[in-house]
């Protein structure tokens, strides 16, 4: 039986309904026609060229995204321009684009799920609201562990960078309640006191909130919430085969069945790192 994609969106848009992105996104299908078939589709976190490229020789019918390709208005999808040579690119190869980003980080499960899940978190609900809908995740470690073996096992958990994951705190300090928030999180830090979280997992931590945060945490928190610096992509990358598995099973449920691909390029825009500091030393201790 032939899949069109006006079945894909349905499912998509049930998985991720559209109007709960925030007021400023822009989700759901970006191109392609709904009458086209559709038996094979790609997962990534960024529509870049080379990603759509990527779906492209896969033979991808459709490239899902988590970003938004046209968040801004453009005036132009001529190729000498990025978006422009992306979306031409996919038009071209009769490749269709969805983008699922903050009704895919509101929903449950949803990106922060993929987070907390990595991260080995229990009895797993909401860490604050957005727009009135439940953004990030709070959970518990069980056992608690140091921040130290906390960190190395959420850097092994998550895909490789060049720039790996930050972390601000005592290595050795105990830690049982953990905040997550895939992406972005530095505008979220008064969730994350509220529930006392002793680590914050979030990304693109700024120099001045995660300053002021630790120098909070300082005068106030014994030192917490402690910070993990997980990379945006990096944190994000972990819904794609969740979304994935989601999909196909919602198809499944309507007897369909389709392919779906994971993409396995590194959207991180960082290459190499110089000058790090390792973990500190744990004297022997595990
Ligand atoms: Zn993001």
Redesign the pocket.
Known sequence: MTLLLREVVQALDALYPPDTAMSWDRVGLVAGDLDQPVSRIHFA?DPTVEVVQEAIAAGADLLVT??PLLLRGIHSVATTFAKGAAVTRAVVADLALYCA?TNADVADPGVSDALAAACGLVEVEPLGLDEGRPLGRLGRLDPPVSLRQFASALAAALPATAGGIRVAGDADATVCRVAVL???GDDRFADVRRVGADVYVTADLRHHPALEAREEARVSGEGRPFLVDAG?WAS?SLWLPVAAAALRARLGEAGTTVETWVSTLRTDPWDFTLGAHEAPDDGGAR
């Open positions: 976190v988590h970003h980003h895939g992406g972005a945006h994000e």
